[in-house]
Nanobody, 121 residues
């Protein structure tokens, strides 16, 4: 599975961005999908996950109520809608996939290359 993120960029605090992650090489049928982020000098951290086929989601406390993860199974794509952005959301965001139908917080097998999100105050 190859994953390619897009949609990152610069936003002002309080603004919104929508990240996309398109998969190729294999259908994401039966795969849980997730978003992670890594800020400079920090370890990569979990942001959100969505089960197969998309009925369940789970979020890190730091983004709950502001970010929404969703998936379009026909397009083999997962999204992360980010609202009410804060400067501390600045990071490289990665999507990930694993062949499990339930919610998954760790243990992903496939990763994208990342997309930069910068939030200015």
């Amino acid at each position: 599975v190859q994953l390619v993120e897009s949609g990152g960029g610069l936003a002002q605090a309080g603004g919104s961005l929508r990240l996309s992650c398109a998969a190729s090489g294999r259908s994401l049928t039966g795969y849980a999908l997730g978003w992670f982020r890594q800020a400079p000098g920090k370890e990569r951290e979990f942001v959100a996950t969505i089960s197969w086929p998309g009925s369940n989601t789970y979020y890190a406390d730091s983004v709950k109520g502001r970010f929404t993860i969703s998936r379009d199974n026909a397009k083999n794509t997962v999204y992360l809608q980010m609202n009410s952005l804060k400067p501390e959301d600045t990071a490289v965001y990665y999507c990930a996939a694993v062949q499990k139908s339930s919610l998954v917080i760790r243990g992903y097998d496939y990763w994208g290359q990342g997309t930069q999100v910068t939030v200015s105050s």
